[in-house]
């Protein structure tokens, strides 16, 4: 395990629990101009006019497209694909200070070594459903020695977050299981499998983010009557390599990330514009470089 320079309390929350809660990280203009903006992105995705969904029912990519009437979505993909027209108002969000502040010190590292990775929403889909509980990065078949390696290895590497738009109490955790192989009562959890022995509810207020350990036990579960929209990001520092690229460019996004254009976040904005836009398209040419040595990486889970 490699050992970040300096101290911060963000970091050694995640370190511990798994998690930390950041409070109120969006001034209520950014919230109203969020919120709009996922109002509509979510509308066209319902309709089956954006096709970069996931579909109620399956819980890992890759998803089938369009999602059927019927079975609706819980989330979209893709905020910053050049061919969304919202894209630049989830830009403003996913490179700002307020965000990636927070991933810096949790990470250990500047501007220099962060890598764009991923920036989806998550919504409220039109019937009640629930994922089963699971580690992003470590399928629920692998053994002890297996999961321990594989949990290891996701140390320091990326961060990632949920940051609510509306109040969001859907993201359910085990507190510390980021840091350690299963029990016997969480290795038989199956599908189905209800509460877990010392589960914690994630609950967040319009603009306040979850920073967690998406190898933490977890789940989601939601409820079509219960309003949700929350921006699901995620940032990586280099040397990640394989194990990151995985993680990333299993949601399609190797597919168009060399055609974002950036430029829009220092149009009118002086200084401080360009400082975000040198970011964003440093941050976007290295996940670039990344998908170009890593090649083919399949996916990290089936179901
Ligand atoms: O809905 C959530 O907050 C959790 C989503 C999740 O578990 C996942 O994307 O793997």
């Excluded at 319902?46 to 019927?70: C, D, I, L, N, Y």
């Excluded at 998550?122 to 594989?150: I, T």
């Excluded at 914690?200 to 219960?226: C, K, T």
């Amino acid at each position: 395990m490699s050992k970040p320079p300096s101290p911060s309390p963000f970091r050694d929350d995640l370190a511990k629990t798994g998690f930390t809660i950041q409070r109120s990280l969006l001034t209520p203009s950014e919230l109203a101009t969020l919120r709009a903006a996922a109002s509509r992105t979510t509308a066209l995705a319902r309709a089956g006019a954006w096709p970069h969904v996931r579909t109620v029912g399956k819980q890992f990519p890759p998803w089938p497209s369009p999602a059927s009437a019927e079975d609706g979505i819980w989330g979209v993909q893709g905020l910053l694909h050049p061919s969304l027209p919202d894209a630049g108002v989830y830009a403003d969000a996913y490179f700002s200070d307020a965000v990636l502040g927070v991933a810096k010190q949790i990470l250990g590292c500047g501007d220099g070594d962060l890598v764009m990775e991923l920036c989806n929403l998550l919504v409220r889909p039109e019937q009640d459903f629930r994922l089963s509980w699971h580690r992003d990065d470590v399928p629920a078949e692998a053994g002890p020695e297996e999961e321990a390696r594989r949990l290891g290895q996701s140390t320091y590497w990326h961060t990632q977050w949920n940051l609510a738009l509306y109040a969001d109490a859907s993201l359910v955790v085990v507190p510390g299981s980021h840091a350690r192989v299963r029990t016997p009562a969480e290795r038989a959890a199956g599908p189905d499998a209800g509460d877990m022995p010392g589960q914690v509810v994630v609950e967040l207020q319009p603009g306040d983010a979850v920073f967690y350990d998406n190898n933490i036990l977890h789940r989601g579960v939601y409820s079509a009557g219960v309003e949700r929209m929350s921006l699901h990001g995620s940032v990586g520092r280099v040397g990640g390599g394989a194990f990151r690229a995985r993680n990333v460019l299993q949601h399609g996004v190797g597919e168009w990330v060399d055609r974002c254009d950036f430029s829009g976040l220092a149009e009118g904005r002086g200084e401080e514009g360009e400082r975000i836009r040198r970011r964003a398209e440093g941050m976007r040419d290295r996940l670039v470089k990344l998908g170009r040595e890593s090649g083919d990486v399949g996916y990290s889970l089936t179901g």
